[in-house]
C-alpha cells in the first residue's frame, strides 16, 4: 500500500515546487492555484528574491527538514514568530476589550 504524503507550505524554490504566492510583510498573496515550476522558472524567480519573497509548497521531506523533531514544527515556529511579534508591537495596538483572552 502506497503511503500518503504531505504537503509543506514553507519549502524551498527548487524545481518541482510550486508556487503559493508572494510575501507582502507578515502575510501571503496567494496566486491562486499552486502551479509546479520548471528549472528554469525556479532560476527566473530566484533572480527575482527566490525564498524571501516567494511562498513555494513541496513534498513534505521530514526528517531532512531542520523543523522536523518527530512532528513538523513549521506551523510552531509561525506561532511563536507572530506572539513575539504581537508581544514588541502591543504597545502600538488599540486598546480592545479582549486581548486578554483573544485566541488570535
Given at each position: 500500500?502506497?503511503?500518503?504524503?504531505?504537503?509543506?507550505?514553507?519549502?524551498?524554490?527548487?524545481?518541482?515546487?510550486?508556487?503559493?504566492?508572494?510575501?507582502?510583510?507578515?502575510?501571503?498573496?496567494?496566486?491562486?492555484?499552486?502551479?509546479?515550476?520548471?528549472?528554469?522558472?525556479?532560476?527566473?524567480l530566484?533572480?527575482?528574491?527566490?525564498?524571501?519573497?516567494?511562498?513555494?509548497?513541496?513534498?513534505?521531506?521530514?526528517?531532512?527538514?531542520?523543523?522536523?523533531?518527530?512532528?513538523?514544527?513549521v506551523?510552531?515556529?509561525?506561532?511563536?514568530?507572530?506572539?513575539?511579534?504581537?508581544?514588541?508591537?502591543?504597545?502600538?495596538?488599540?486598546?480592545?476589550?479582549?486581548?486578554?483572552?483573544?485566541?488570535?
Amino acid at each position: 500500500m502506497k503511503r500518503e504524503t504531505s504537503t509543506c507550505p514553507s519549502a524551498r524554490n527548487r524545481p518541482g515546487a510550486r508556487l503559493l504566492g508572494r510575501a507582502n510583510g507578515n502575510t501571503v498573496t496567494f496566486l491562486g492555484a499552486p502551479r509546479r515550476i520548471s528549472r528554469s522558472e525556479s532560476d527566473l524567480l530566484e533572480q527575482a528574491g527566490g525564498d524571501r519573497v516567494l511562498r513555494f509548497a513541496d513534498t513534505c521531506i521530514e526528517t531532512r527538514c531542520a523543523q522536523w523533531n518527530g512532528l513538523c514544527r513549521v506551523a510552531e515556529v509561525v506561532a511563536e514568530a507572530a506572539e513575539k511579534f504581537v508581544r514588541e508591537s502591543e504597545q502600538d495596538l488599540p486598546n480592545c476589550g479582549i486581548r486578554h483572552a483573544c485566541r488570535w
